[in-house]
């Protein structure tokens, strides 16, 4: 008999924990919708307003594993399937992820040398990074592992990241650890027999009736608004801050922008809108605190937290948090505009970098106040 909580992931599917007893190393089933086509950005449940669209797929492929002992599972952000995060006594993290993107998305030396500029090292050519790759399996199929040790640019300390790449039925599939190289090192075969125990199952129809409202992490949802998700046509004119790169945005962001600092940290912008009040203030507000790992609030204690913006023709919601990503547990700062108009509501959301939120957070305020709808 199959037991546990039904959750949405990043595509809109469910998933299902299928409990062993007490064991911890249960099995997790997944059922990962199909890429579009479009190069994706499209982002997890985290970062969709509340009143977003489902967004899943009536039948889809189902990733399953096991979770090897020690991994704490994380709600799943970006574009990650899955998340896990590791400490060791000593207070050493390091972080797994799980993505799947369309297509050969960008190439595997490209994506390797990336990693490789993560760590301090020099990119190499296809043969020589061919040369360095270690013969694993993945999902009864065999592929490369990227050993990759060299030091973090921004803070100098020793740094490893282990990632391989699978191609299935035209998705390539990205499966990365990184953090401190001891811990990485020592969780090394933990993350091989991971691997091995992937499994791409057949894809079947959703357990759920049809009539059945969604559900999410065992919570009742009020039933999701019928909208269209944002695309170019509806995007509003702003003025666009100086040193902003905007990146694709995928099909559930209006628009998405990266920010860059010192020694590679990095902060994001992300634009996007949903019908009526998308779900409303209170549930946007601790969806982002959730984001930073800090727990919800209500009433008077939620007002707090929140400061008016004056915007255009009306007046927006301001919130700035701080605490430590969910994803990649580090240190991060949330600053989000929560802008009604008409009736539907626009989100934007700037996060990343502590250092690089409060050198960007004027900028941000005044691309905010600059929008016209």
């Not at 300390?157 to 401190?180: E, P, S």
Request: charged share 20%.
């Amino acid at each position: 008999m199959v037991r546990g909580p039904l959750r949405r992931l990043a595509s809109g599917a469910l998933l299902v924990s299928l409990m062993a007893g007490c064991d911890r190393n249960e099995i997790k089933v997944y059922r990962v919708a199909k890429e579009p086509a479009a190069p994706p950005t499209a982002s997890a449940p985290g970062d969709l307003p509340a009143g977003h669209p489902d967004v899943g797929a009536p039948t889809q492929p189902r990733l399953a594993w096991k979770t090897p002992e020690g991994w704490n599972e994380v709600t799943p952000g970006e574009m990650r399937v899955a998340s896990f995060n590791i400490k060791d006594s000593a207070g050493k993290q390091a972080d797994v992820s799980v993505i799947p993107l369309p297509g050969d998305a960008g190439g595997d030396s490209a994506n390797v040398n990336r990693w490789r500029g993560q760590v301090g090292l020099q990119p190499l050519s296809a043969g020589e990074l061919e040369k360095l790759a270690e013969k694993i399996e993945v999902a009864g199929q065999a592929a490369e592992l990227y050993d990759l040790s060299g030091q973090t640019p921004d803070k100098g300390g020793a740094a490893r990241i282990l990632a391989t790449i699978q191609h299935r039925d035209g998705t390539a599939w990205f499966f990365k650890m990184t953090g401190d190289d001891k811990i990485v090192e020592q969780q090394k075969s933990a993350f091989i027999e991971f691997l091995k125990s992937l499994r791409f199952e057949a894809a079947e129809t959703a357990a759920l009736p049809a009539a059945h409202p969604p559900v999410d992490g065992g919570m009742n949802l009020l039933p999701l608004p019928a909208a269209e998700p944002a695309t170019d046509g509806n995007r509003p004119d702003w003025q666009v801050p100086s040193g902003w790169r905007e990146a694709p945005a995928g099909q559930f962001l209006t628009a998405k922008f990266m920010l860059d600092g010192e020694g590679g940290a990095q902060a994001a912008v992300n634009v996007s809108r949903a019908a009526g009040d998308g779900g409303g203030l209170a549930a946007n507000v601790n969806r982002w605190r959730k984001q930073l790992g800090l727990g919800e609030l209500s009433g008077t204690d939620l007002n707090q937290t929140v400061t008016p913006m004056e915007i255009s023709g009306g007046q927006a919601t301001l919130v700035d948090v701080t605490g430590t990503d969910a994803r990649t547990g580090q240190p991060a700062r949330l600053v989000g505009a929560i802008v009604p108009q008409d009736n539907q509501t626009w989100f934007f959301k700037l996060m990343g970098d502590a250092k690089v939120v409060e050198r960007e957070r004027q900028a941000f305020s005044r691309f905010v106040q600059s929008a016209k709808y």
